[in-house]
């Protein structure tokens, strides 16, 4: 809610923290105190230390759907990447946090799509 951004690198995993560091990313959160976080389902793998935590995120008049991307890294969970909706005729936009140069590529695909989008009559 605060969009302080050294907090939220505090809950990366310690390879998405490495990453973005040497990428030169500092995680920059769109904070509100208005926020409000509503978690929903939560999907761990059987077979894997990763886990899906769906999470509703409403600020102001807009709610966006988001789903968090786990990893088990020694005794807790970190945030490797997230998934969210953007326009409901294309696949989610995913976003991994431990791989900053396909993130960027996927940020600027994103961009590309809603200028795409804003510019059709």
């Given amino acids: 809610?605060?969009?302080?951004?050294?907090?939220?690198?505090?809950?990366?995993?310690?390879?998405?923290?490495?990453?973005?560091?040497?990428?030169?990313?500092?995680?920059?959160?769109?904070?509100?105190?208005?926020?409000?976080?509503?978690?929903?389902?939560?999907?761990?793998?059987?077979d894997q230390p990763v886990a899906h935590i769906d999470c509703t995120w409403t600020d102001e008049e807009r709610s966006y759907d988001v789903t968090w991307i786990m990893r088990r890294e020694k005794d807790r969970w970190g945030i490797a990447g997230m998934s969210a909706r953007l326009f409901e005729d294309l696949e989610p936009l995913t976003l991994n946090f431990e791989n900053p140069n396909d993130m960027k590529l996927q940020v600027q695909a994103a961009e590309a799509e809603i200028a795409r989008r804003l510019q059709a009559p």
């Fill in 1 to 46: 809610k605060e969009g302080n951004g050294d907090i939220v690198a505090q809950w990366l995993t310690e390879k998405a923290r490495t990453e973005m560091n040497q990428a030169g990313i500092t995680p920059q959160p769109p904070g509100s105190p208005k926020a409000i976080f509503k978690i929903g389902d939560v999907r761990i793998k059987a």
